[in-house]
């Protein structure tokens, strides 16, 4: 039924690790994002690739650091973050040019920095 | 850049009743203004959209009004079920630039 899946759905981390967060995208779509959802906040752009290459980073800290190996798949990879870093990260595609249209979500990956 | 408000960030209803979200935005070059639902623990989804050609439409139960004088935009839902309990989120986006811009979010609750 889900056209963008994510994992892992939970991860916990230290400040001093490294994971990677995926997202795969089985729906033809040429532009993917990842999207930070904190509590009360708006949901935050981090990045946009359009056909494999990254057209906008939103000033994202140097910790999160994306991946667009083909236009199916991104990747987040993290490392040294901070405990304000936790948050819910969504990862969504659309179809054609960049934000036309609507916005396929992920389920998400939930992160916990200790 | 564009800012978007959304109000109320929280809403009760009775099961039956009629709930109503309301966003503004800054930027008058927004073009499209979509509305999502994340469920608890799930994904936001489209619910429906509207484009600033079009003062508002209407699917089902949902529907949606722009004012483009006033630069604000609404959802209504009407009848409200208790499946309608969820977290609705606004969003603007402007034809010169290249993102969405979300409101902060409206958690609706219907009471059965």
């Known amino acids: 039924e889900t056209g963008v899946t994510q994992t892992p759905r939970h991860l916990v981390m230290g400040m001093t690790n490294k994971k990677s967060l995926k997202c795969e995208q089985h729906?033809?779509?040429?532009?993917m994002y990842w999207y930070k959802q904190s509590a009360k906040k708006p949901l935050e752009l981090m990045f946009v690739?359009?056909?494999?290459?990254?057209?906008e980073n939103n000033s994202v800290p140097s910790r999160f650091s994306p991946e667009c190996p083909n236009s199916s798949h991104l990747f987040l990879h993290l490392h040294t973050l901070q405990p304000e870093d936790s948050a819910l990260y969504l990862c969504?595609?659309?179809?054609?040019?960049?934000?036309?249209?609507?916005?396929?979500f992920g389920e998400g990956s939930r992160l916990t920095v200790l | 850049g564009e800012n978007v408000e959304q109000h109320p960030s929280t809403l009760s209803v009775q099961e039956g009743d009629s709930a109503v979200i309301k966003c503004t935005y800054s930027d008058s070059a927004s073009n499209y203004f979509p509305w999502y639902k994340q469920e608890l623990g799930k994904r936001p989804q489209l619910i429906i959209d509207?484009?600033?050609?079009?003062g508002e439409k209407k699917d089902q139960r949902i529907a949606v009004t722009l004012n483009k004088t006033a630069k604000h935009f609404s959802l209504h839902i009407t009848e409200t079920q208790p499946e309608d309990s969820a977290v609705y989120f606004c969003?603007?986006?402007?034809?010169?630039?290249?993102?969405?811009?979300f409101g902060t979010g409206t958690s609706l609750t219907v009471i059965p």
């Open positions: 509207i484009r600033s050609n079009v």
């Open positions: 969003a603007a986006i402007t034809n010169t630039g290249n993102q969405f811009y």
């Open positions: 690739y359009s056909l494999e290459e990254r057209v």
């Open positions: 969504a595609s659309s179809q054609a040019a960049l934000f036309e249209g609507e916005l396929f």
């Open positions: 729906l033809g779509h040429n532009a």
